[in-house]
């Protein structure tokens, strides 16, 4: 009697290093060994061992990504790789990203190349278990890349709110036929906005993939030649174009010179959070702060490496301390949930973008060790190294724009957080005490939003007074 097995080999899950993450990757199911036993009176065993070729995944580097871009692969085609090398550079939503492999092989096929971008779980390459299994990697990612047309179609189905996997399902309702052009989703996308033929481009990619470099020499670099194809459209008799053609013209024409700029993924994520913050329901209190005692501070500690942002971030975690709802979180719009601990995230502006790195129990850490972290992450920061801890666990987050003179402004609330503090300059102030005499003392405007489902216009008020007690005798804040 023959009995036959086939062995599978596990997908490994993610994990997390100091600086890379290795990427999951398995094998296709019609490469897997096969052995196959006969009977113990036979004693013979036929063994048939396929190639193992496996695919690499494009990792999920954050709870938001969504998709991710191929910044530069580290590694070309037909490298040998060891079991934890850097393969891939990946950019998330927040940050630069080394993947690393969980296998030693050769990397066969590059499917995703520099600069494009994939959905999270799409292959964006092959790896091969020996050399002489690379041609035969090279074959299948060339005729999976002529079916990854159809492919993406059901996901829209599933994952209708993913904006990057949503793109490809207009040219899958267009591909009854046989096609051999494939082209990156944000071609597709630049190729219905400029009104270009996907199917008249020749791609110049990997396994002739069109990206958008091809798409926008295609246009021929001119926004003025794409509204004459409009009229057309307009002109059609059936149903369809005319709601195309009321799609096209509710949006305003673009200006001659004007040149259309695609968002970075950071970009992105924060047009994602912005518009999510508009369905909280939030108000504004503002405080004005004495800062003569604060400025004298930062005067004699700025010399061992102690930032404003570091006096603020620290008074604002004393005074959370003592006020634990301005601390506190809504997700779902039903319940609140107070945070065992007080992580300040403060904005940070870099090139592109927009980022919040954390400092972490703020409350806790010592004045001199909180300013070392800060400059740490604001290192990190620029150089799109940050772990994704060090960016998304904030619980508070402060907004500092008084080092470019501003006196005042609102910050608009991040998701997941209850409150937001935007500090404006300190600016000389003539004030008059309780005997009518006047006196000019430095003030700076304190504005703090707050998402009204959980702070309370007394619960914010109280914060305020704590933190402006801690800012106009800071003595506290070196102990």
């Not at 309702?173 to 199917?199: C, F, M, W």
Request: contains cysteine.
């Amino acid at each position: 009697m023959a009995v036959s097995s086939s062995i599978l080999l596990p997908t490994p899950s993610l994990s997390n290093s100091k600086s890379t993450i290795s990427f999951a990757s398995s094998v296709s199911p019609s490469l897997r060994g096969v052995v196959v036993l006969r009977s113990p009176s036979s004693r013979r065993r036929a063994t048939t061992v396929r190639s193992k070729i496996r695919e690499i995944f494009m990792p999920a580097l954050s709870s938001t990504m969504t998709e991710g871009k191929i910044v530069s692969w580290i590694k070309t085609e037909g490298e040998k790789l060891a079991k934890g090398e850097s393969v891939v550079v990946v950019e998330s939503d927040k940050a630069d990203m080394d993947v690393e492999t969980f296998y030693d092989g050769y990397l066969a096929a590059i499917v995703v190349g520099e600069g494009e971008t994939a959905p999270v779980g799409a292959a964006i390459g092959l790896l091969a278990e020996s050399e002489a299994e690379i041609e035969e990697a090279k074959n299948k990612a060339a005729s999976s890349s002529s079916s990854a047309v159809v492919v993406p179609s059901p996901p829209p189905a599933t994952s209708s709110p993913a904006p990057a996997i949503a793109q490809p399902s207009p040219p899958a309702a267009a591909s009854d036929g046989p096609r051999k052009n494939i082209a990156t989703p944000y071609a597709k996308k630049l190729a219905k906005q400029h009104r270009v033929d996907i199917e008249s481009v020749a791609g110049t990619g990997p396994f002739g993939r069109i990206t958008a470099s091809d798409v926008e020499a295609a246009a021929g670099i001119a926004p003025s030649v794409t509204p004459p194809p409009s009229p057309p459209a307009a002109a059609a008799p059936t149903p369809t174009a005319k709601a195309k053609a009321t799609t096209t013209t509710s949006s305003p024409p673009l200006l001659p010179d004007a040149s259309i700029v695609p968002f970075t993924a950071m970009q992105s994520a924060v047009s994602k959070n912005m518009i999510e913050s508009l369905s909280v329901p939030t108000f504004r209190v503002g405080y004005p702060v004495s800062t003569d005692a604060l400025d004298a501070l930062y005067e004699k500690v700025k010399a061992k490496g102690v930032t404003m942002t570091a006096l603020l971030a620290k008074a604002a975690g004393m005074a959370l301390a003592q006020h634990p709802v301005v601390n506190a979180s809504c997700r779902d719009g039903k319940s609140f949930s107070y945070n065992s601990n007080i992580n300040v995230a403060v904005a940070v502006s870099i090139n592109g973008g927009l980022i919040t790195p954390v400092l972490q129990d703020a409350d806790k850490l010592d004045l001199y060790m909180l300013s070392q972290k800060w400059k740490e992450l604001v290192g990190k920061a620029r150089s799109k190294q940050l772990q994704p801890h060090e960016y998304n666990s904030g619980t508070f987050t402060l907004s500092n724009l008084g080092m470019f003179g501003v006196d005042r402004f609102d910050a608009i609330l991040p998701p997941g957080q209850g409150t937001i503090m935007a500090v404006g300059a300190s600016k000389p102030t003539v004030v008059a005490d309780k005997d009518g005499f006047f006196s000019v003392k430095n003030k700076m405007l304190v504005n703090v939003t707050a998402d009204h489902r959980i702070v309370y216009g007394a619960d914010l008020a109280a914060f305020l007074q704590t933190f402006a007690k801690i800012v106009e005798n800071p003595d506290s804040l070196t102990l």
